[in-house]
């Protein structure tokens, strides 16, 4: 089976035949005078702008997207190819593309705080770099909400990236891109995200004297889709015995963890975050995290009509899930039956303990919440304060850092640093190394350590990836000095 055809079976708006993706300068809306930056005809174009999602008969929801697809329209790449994307903004405010987990200038990187100018409103603006490094990336919008639900995360910019490269990632049947979202973001004090606590999961950052103030408002959401599809109400992905599917699975949610399980299969996780890791290992559930990805391959051994869904009933029941149907099945009720669950653990994919390069600076990152503060919403603070922080993280290049993310909240918290690849050196203490990650979620009350190598000179964004979190001051800014 050849590309164009196993494309065919994921959800037609993730996917389009890459024909459908590049749109030459011709098709452009001739009217909009062409940016000065340069005059190549781009490779991709994207328009921001209202649209509608029909997450299932009867169930539209109105938001904003790009190119009226949600997710966008795949954009796929060469690794190494230097892509120009053209972005034209049909809104009232300003909006920043930000290329998720690629290696690239802070100019074109989609983030006001690095610098990056935005796509202004009724304007457009143009993002042209090389693309690397292959591997399963994303973009979305990475505007402020603030209060605002109707903005940056909590929309439908978000769109699956792929760059390609002359690795394999083993033999595959069908390819599927899945995105993980609420929708109707509203805000609670019931966290609709707490998983129960694992009480054999350490606590080395849990202090001696709990914080007793009340939590504020945290986002909740009423509706939950795969891609833009409620479960039940989308094409579902068609299989047949034998067949090894891959799955790109993206969590694009502005605010929960999502974990996700087929009954009677295995995902053999390949790549975090778009990156091979050293293990390979068959898992029952895949725990994601906002801004995460895991390619995970599935072999298809267990005919049947099933559910491949979220774990908690609440969040499948409103949606978040998919039917796998085989081939020649007369069994017409899909079943979903609860995958045995163990904990995710990061480390299990690393080479064990290989020793890490000494460090040439260790950099500490304590992070807070103040619970409920001006509206009932927490706020966040990193060593001490919210963001902004004068020039305190420095970095320089050529030099070998590790960070040490101590997390004394009751959250666990997906980290992201832009423009840089990290590696995992140890998860509560748990060591691990060659597993290299753009995102890391460091658990409650718990630690993380990362290295990292400063490579990539200008300002560069260090942020949870839960919008409202990031919004009211979980952010950082590394300089190069
Ligand atoms: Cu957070």
Redesign the pocket.
């Known amino acids: 089976m050849n590309r164009r055809d196993f494309v065919r079976f994921a959800s037609a708006t993730v996917i389009a035949a890459s024909t459908d993706l590049l749109h030459p300068a011709s098709t452009q809306a001739s009217a909009l005078p062409e940016p000065a930056l340069t005059s190549r005809p781009p490779d991709f174009t994207l328009r921001i702008a209202p649209t509608l999602v029909e997450l299932a008969p009867n169930v539209v929801v109105s938001t904003i997207g790009y190119s009226n697809k949600v997710p966008g329209p795949l954009l796929r790449m060469r690794a190494g190819q230097r892509v120009a994307i053209h972005v034209t903004n049909d809104t009232d405010v300003p909006e920043y593309v930000h290329w998720h987990g690629l290696l690239i200038p802070s100019d074109v990187d989609g983030a006001a705080e690095e610098g990056t100018p935005p796509v202004p409103p009724h304007g457009q603006n143009r993002y042209e770099f090389v693309a690397n490094p292959a591997g399963s990336r994303w973009y979305h919008s990475h505007t402020m909400a603030m209060l605002d639900l109707h903005r940056g995360a909590y929309t439908g910019q978000f769109g699956f990236l792929m760059i390609d490269s002359a690795h394999d990632p083993g033999r595959y049947d069908q390819e599927v891109f899945l995105a993980l979202r609420e929708w109707q973001p509203y805000l609670t004090q019931m966290d609709p995200d707490e998983q129960a606590a694992d009480p054999q999961s350490p606590t080395p950052e849990k202090p001696a004297q709990p914080d007793m103030r009340p939590s504020g408002l945290e986002i909740g959401a009423p509706l939950y889709s795969i891609n833009d599809k409620m479960l039940g109400a989308g094409e579902p992905l068609r299989v047949k015995e034998g067949q090894r599917i891959l799955i790109h699975l993206l969590n694009a949610s502005p605010s929960q963890i999502h974990r996700i399980g087929l009954f009677g299969h295995h995902f053999q996780v390949i790549a975090l975050d778009g990156n091979p890791v050293p293990s390979p290992q068959p898992v029952n559930v895949i725990e994601i995290a906002p801004g995460e990805r895991v390619d995970a391959i599935v072999e298809m051994n267990l005919p049947g009509v099933w559910i491949l869904g979220e774990l908690r009933d609440v969040a499948r029941r409103s949606g978040m899930g998919i039917v796998v149907e085989y081939a020649n099945q007369a069994q017409p009720r899909p079943q979903w039956i609860a995958p045995a669950n163990a904990r995710w653990d990061y480390t299990i994919f690393g080479k064990p303990a290989a020793p890490h390069p000494a460090p040439d600076q260790t950099i500490n990152m304590v992070f807070e919440k103040v619970p409920g503060g001006p509206n009932g919403i927490n706020h ?1 603070l990193v060593n001490g304060k919210e963001y902004p922080h004068d020039r305190e993280f420095i970095f320089r290049q050529g030099l070998r850092y590790r960070l040490v993310f101590h997390n004394r909240s009751d ?1 666990s ?2 980290l992201h640093m832009h423009r840089h690849l990290f590696e995992l050196v140890e998860i509560n203490g748990k060591p691990t190394a060659g597993i290299h990650k753009d995102t890391v979620v460091v658990p409650a009350f718990g630690r993380a350590t990362v290295d990292l190598l400063a490579d990539q000179p200008g300002l560069t964004l260090f942020h ?1 990836h ?1 919008q409202q ?1 990031m919004d009211f001051g ?1 952010m950082a800014l590394f300089r190069y000095a």
């Open positions: 966040w959250d918290h997906p949870c839960i979190h979980f």
